[in-house]
């Protein structure tokens, strides 16, 4: 499982009314119809941490797979959402990548 | 000969007729080659143009079949056989996935605007699918293919709208501004399929941001799209701040984790990790820990958080994460040994860490925390408990489960779920005096909590007191109105009086009882049971007409037909209702059982024969049983699922019904042979569901199921089978792993003297008798005597069935050929224990 601190994005000492805030705009922002499995890994982090008990298992029991997850949420919100653009290799890549799944479905 | 005559080719005579037959019959048979060559010869000698068509079907099959073989370049060689008149190939989408997978975007994208522009013989369903693909095309390829000197208007259209979209993209990707984004982006009709580019670009390009706006955009570009991977993209660009967490990016492609870094300007550092620490994570924790210890960039409380969360797969870095980031506190140290240990599944070092764990923890202070920590622990340890015997608690005689919840119950009092698990456990365990004492405590502490509720009535219920039962169950049904297990509960409590009450003949006080019972029972769901009982003691206070219409209810909410009037049956004989009733009851039943049985109707048999109240009434069931042989051994050859013929045969052989149970488990070996379990039941039955009359091939091929099952991780099965084994086919897991436990505090070598002990001292003259005694009465029934000799011995009790056993066969196979092979130590205690 992935760090349910990070994937919801809140500190380790943040309590309940914290938690539950963060979990309903992030479920307002991807109901489970438009992304059920980002929903899901929401639910299962809400579940992991939704009271003290679950919170301090989670810490204490779980070898954090994605032990990197913290890091790179570090690094993406050093960024300033700008109007930065995208070389052309890399838009050229986006649509290889759609055209590729498309004629591989 | 010549070859072509020999491999049966045609020769240049071979009539044109002939020819076109012989490739239909090939094309038919799909050996596409086969059909081209003799399609072409035909063609060569009458150009006739079903057969032209044929070919080309022929040469579709043919590509086809290449392309299953990833022989991408060569299909599209082939589907150029193909091309008609107005430049289409036979399958065209076949054809541009061949030359998508071979790398040839440009001839793909060149095929495409060729075929819109020669007036479309592209299928219609196809056609939006692939004018979608055919807009990606032309964006992406690095030049717009050149346009035929006669170009339709069509095509004209296609190239103009081509242009106008990478014209846009290359102005946003050199940073236009919004007015010059804007005036390119109107070039782009909102009806063309290259409408995801003007959208994306908007998207990207839009001020003030509109957030519904841009969602309902982004929106439109569905999932089979090609420009889908852009849409998810732009997606996590222009909502980075709430979608970019760690789930957000580690789904991104690396193609969207550029884009998404190159548009949201991270800083060179942050790129370059992003991009390496993924790298270093596929090399495994290893290699990702020494790379995150030599990022001095990094916030380190973070990097260390990451580091510690690495350890337990490398404990061996402990050093070097101590010299990176300072020692470690005892409670992490504790911690990362006991993940550590988990994950080589070593249990005990696993146990004796967590333990530590919890002390390390405790040294901090008696605060809330602490407490709820130490909680955590004992919660884990008794999950793990119940998973791996090696978790041996307080010590081999007690249920390290129970242990590890009460002590987590001590330290985290107001915890439901572990007051909840420990009063099942106690039950479980048949510690009635615990069980109770418990849920007296928990009703103190939570008095309107629905499941202490539950547990409180079902307490006193065990305890007979029904005034208090009644109490706790109309608190319960204030908080759960329809809380259908607590109304069941007593119902069958009232029905079990009314059946007292009808056996000591007291109809009158039965029918009362019955009365009261009704109080429990919600209109919408009747009660079976209760209207059966109803119907019987109506039978007998005179009301006939009523009493019958409530049985039949009954019978009918039993599930009518043989399940139905078993239950009947089956309530008659436990309410001692005799006489003419019963007699008309067993009528009913009879006239049931002409119809053909069914899986349903079985099930709820078992059911209700799995009832306590028919458990303490044997002979009756295994008497119904024994009355419904006929009926039952038609749905033997029903396709059982494993849960399902376990509850079967757990029931017919708690009656005894052991022919059927045989017939069963050789109905189910037949349709099924690999399936172990089907052997095991047969076993069962064969010897009468006794250990004693087991074979020692059958004894070998139980050890082996039982090593098999919990390599599979099939915990419920080998317990069965070393239950069985024990003896003790219907007794508790608690008491067989009693068993184990007691085994294993004896270690390798103490079993190795005990065995030598034995061997040594066994009497010179004892070899002799013991080899009369099989020869009186045969190997196995001396090996059984051996064995009730042995338990009655001063090392009987205690010792594990199948251990004696064991040691009862050495002796046996020495006294016969006077050098037994001793066993194994290591391979024997595994074989013994391991299960």
Known sequence: ?105 | MKKSQRSGAPGPSTPVGVLAERAAEALRQQRFKEATELFKLAIRQDPRPEWTESLADAYSGRARAMAAKKMFKEAAMVLENTIAADGTVRDPRLYLTCLIRDAQQPKAAAYLLRSFGSGGTLPAIERTALEDLAAALLVAVPQLPEAPRAASSELSRWRELAVASREALSAWISGAPVEEMDRQLNRISLRSAFRPVRLLLKCLTGTPRDDDRTRHRLETIQPGSAFYPFRQAVEAAVFGERVLDAFGWEQLTPAQQAFVAETRGLPTTASQFLARSSEAAQGGPAVLFNYLTKQPDLPQAEVRSACLNLLPQIPDRLAQFEKSFGPLSDLERHRVKALAAEARNDWEAAEQSWLAAAEAIAGGGADRQVTLSQGVIYRHLARLAEMHPEIEGEGFLGDPVSFYLERCYAVDPEHIPTLLDLIGRYRKESRLKDWHRLVDEAIQRFPDDSHVLLQATESAVARKAYKRAAGFARRLLKIDAINPGVRRQMIELQVAHARKQMRSKRPDLAAKELSAAAEWERSDAPSALLRIARGLVGLQTGAKEQAEAWLREGVELAGGGVAGWFQAVLEAELMNATGGNAGWLRQELARARETSPTKQAVITIVAAAGRPEAGENKRVVAGLLLGMRPWLLQAAAFDWPDAEFQALAETLARFDAFDLLQEYARAARQRDPANPAWRFHDIVARTKGNADRLSMAETDDLFEMAEAAARREDFQAAKRIERFLDGNGSGSAGKSRADVALADTIDDDELAALFMAMMDEMPRGAADSLRGLVQELGREAALAQMVERFRASPVGPGMPESLLRQLCAVMVAKALDGSPSRPGRKTRRSQLFDA
């Open chain 1, 1 to 105: 499982m992935r760090d349910p601190f990070t994937v919801l994005g809140v500190a380790e000492d943040a309590d309940d009314a914290e938690i539950r805030r963060r979990y309903l705009a992030l479920v307002r922002d991807f109901p489970p119809d438009r992304d059920p499995d980002r929903f899901r890994e929401y639910r299962a982090a809400y579940d992991a941490l939704s009271d003290e008990r679950k919170r301090l298992e989670t810490r204490l029991l779980h070898t954090n797979v994605a032990a990197l997850s913290r890091l790179r949420a570090a690094a993406l919100h050093a960024a300033s959402p700008g109007s930065a653009r995208a070389t052309k290799r890399t838009v050229t890549a986006l649509l290889t990548d759609g055209i590729m799944r498309t004629a591989t479905d």
